[in-house]
């Protein structure tokens, strides 16, 4: 039988403090040469739906042999690039039926290639994201770090702040993001979720004056922290492909970078003309692979021990999580599926149904 998920059935049973271990010990594998993940891909057309917009269909994959399964992600995207509070923005629209959006999970079997789970992807894409970002304060922030500043209000702020309060004992918790109201309501949130209080900030100084760990999660194309927010001990994560949350005047007062992964810029095929945000105006959805970025350590191969995490409490790092990987949903769904299995959840269908006599 294939299971069927939906978002609250994942959100029920998914937690950051079962999920780091699982993707710790997935980069492990990778490291290790064990694992198998292939750069996304996205394919970029005009659409109808909206003069403002383009369509954008991608994918991703990865397969984990220790755990026993392979996943694709897949999402059908119309994308827009307005501009709010001086940046530009990359928002998807809700254009399917019922205002819904369009992201998959298909998770298989290696032992036997069968489905075993198909669901969509909105929960563990946000979790996966603040999942590795957790997993890299674990090895690359101070062990005394307490103090938390999150640059975002968004969907993925969250997450970034549920995996720092996994890996690190909060007790003081800042939120800056441009809109007042958007802050505000986020503090409120997170404050019930955690048990915590999560203080909303004015200005983005503010919120990092003073903070251990500063996480950047917005749709913003370009930069939110800069160089002036930089303090001796402090340890920085952004999520946005290409470095863009993290201004380049601030590179130069970083000690330590890594990064996700060196293979990190999405291969992107357009028709028609059209270009993403990120691409207008001669820029790129993705880092120059030059000699810096040749040089960074990878996250895994920090996890592992391969390459050197922080070497001192004074020094400042960074972590890229600079693009995401189908082997983190492969990671992410092994451990949804087996959690779904014992908690009785969901809805199996005949396998049946989704395999074929007809030799493929």
């Known amino acids: 039988m294939t299971l069927i998920l939906s978002n609250e059935d994942i959100e029920r049973i998914l937690t950051m403090e079962d999920l780091v271990p699982v993707l710790e010990e997935a980069y492990v594998e990778l490291a290790e040469g064990r694992g198998g993940n292939r750069v996304r891909s996205d394919i970029v057309t005009p659409t109808t739906f909206r003069e403002d917009g383009l369509y954008a269909l991608k994918s991703m994959d990865g397969v984990i042999p220790k755990f026993g399964v392979g996943a694709v992600r897949i999402n059908s995207d119309i994308l827009t690039f307005p501009r709010t509070d001086g940046q530009m923005r990359r928002v998807k629209a809700p254009a399917a039926p019922g205002e819904r959006y369009v992201g998959l999970v298909l998770l298989f079997s290696t032992h036997n290639g069968e489905p075993l789970m198909i669901c969509p992807d909105g929960v563990m ?23 938390a500043a999150i640059l975002g209000s968004g969907w993925q702020a969250g997450a970034q702040l549920l995996g720092l309060e996994a890996v690190r004992p909060l007790d003081d918790i800042r939120v800056y993001s441009p809109r007042k109201a958007s802050r505000e309501v986020f503090a409120q949130e997170m404050s019930a979720a955690l048990g915590k209080t999560v203080r909303p900030c004015a200005t983005a100084a503010e919120a990092c004056a003073g903070a251990d760990l500063v996480a950047c999660a917005t749709n913003a194309t370009g930069p939110v922290f800069f160089r002036e927010h930089v303090a001796a001990g402090m340890h920085v994560g952004g999520i946005r492909p290409g470095a863009s949350e993290i201004d380049r005047a601030a590179w130069p007062d970083i000690d330590l970078f890594a990064l996700l992964d060196h293979d990190d810029n999405a291969q992107i095929v357009h028709t028609h003309g ?6 207008q105006d001669g820029g790129m959805y993705g880092m120059p692979h030059d000699e810096f970025h040749a040089a960074m350590a990878t996250l895994p191969e920090i996890v592992t021990g391969r390459r050197e995490g922080r070497r001192s409490d004074g020094q400042v790092t960074c972590f890229l999580n600079n693009l995401g990987m189908g082997y983190q949903f492969a990671a992410t769904g092994y451990l949804v599926h087996r959690k779904a299995k014992a908690a009785g959840l969901g809805h199996e269908l005949p396998t049946d149904w989704f395999t074929e ?3 493929p």
Request: aromatic fraction near 0%; avoid cysteine.
């Open 125 to 147: 894409q946000r979790m996966r994201v603040g999942g590795t970002n957790a997993v890299a304060a674990r090895h690359m922030a101070r062990q005394d770090a307490h103090v």
């Open 274 to 279: 059209v270009r993403l945000g990120e691409e």
């Open 357 to 359: 006599t007809v030799h």
